[in-house]
């Protein structure tokens, strides 16, 4: 029995680049793309309900996990994938939208902590609220418990997060 054809996607690599061409590994890397892509558009559109970017979704709900709900730019941008010029913006943006606010240290007065604040919080709040449920109606529509635990497991290996 001759083997399934392939994904046109696939097919276009495998006669590309014939001499990489893996096809389980293109067929993981596709699928970790289309589960990506479709994530994306669930995140888009909750985020875009909550008037947020996906950068300043980012910056407070980074905010509202930190215990005191501050931290220095530093530590924002050690917590998140930003430059510090993307990241200025992002809490200028968002400070401008009193969902931040500035401060000085005591310490060092060159150091402006950022800091969550009420109108913030009732932001991001149901935003997260909303971002998680709609995510895990994706994920639990398409996969068990036991499915979802193995695909953390094996994706966290990938990662090379793997505790053993």
Do not use: C
Request: glycine share 2%; charged share 25%; proline share 5%.
């Amino acid at each position: 029995m001759p083997a399934p054809p392939l994904d046109p996607i696939l097919e276009r690599h495998r006669q590309n680049w014939p001499e990489a061409f893996e096809p389980r590994i293109m067929s993981l890397l596709l699928a970790l793309q289309h589960v990506h892509v479709a994530e994306t558009v669930n995140y888009n559109w909750v985020l875009a309900r909550h008037r947020l970017s996906l950068a300043e979704f980012d910056v407070l709900s980074t905010l509202r996990r930190a215990t005191t709900r501050e931290l220095t730019p530093s530590e924002l941008q050690r917590a998140m994938v930003i430059t510090s010029g993307g990241l200025s913006k992002v809490i200028q943006q968002l400070e401008s939208r009193e969902l931040v606010a500035r401060s000085t240290a005591n310490t060092d007065r060159r150091v402006k902590p950022v800091s969550l604040t009420a109108k913030g919080v009732q932001l991001i709040e149901p935003a997260m609220t909303e971002l998680l449920t709609t995510a895990t109606q994706a994920i639990r529509a398409q996969l068990s418990n036991k499915e979802i635990e193995r695909l953390v497991q094996l994706l966290e290996k990938l990662a090379g997060r793997a505790s053993n």
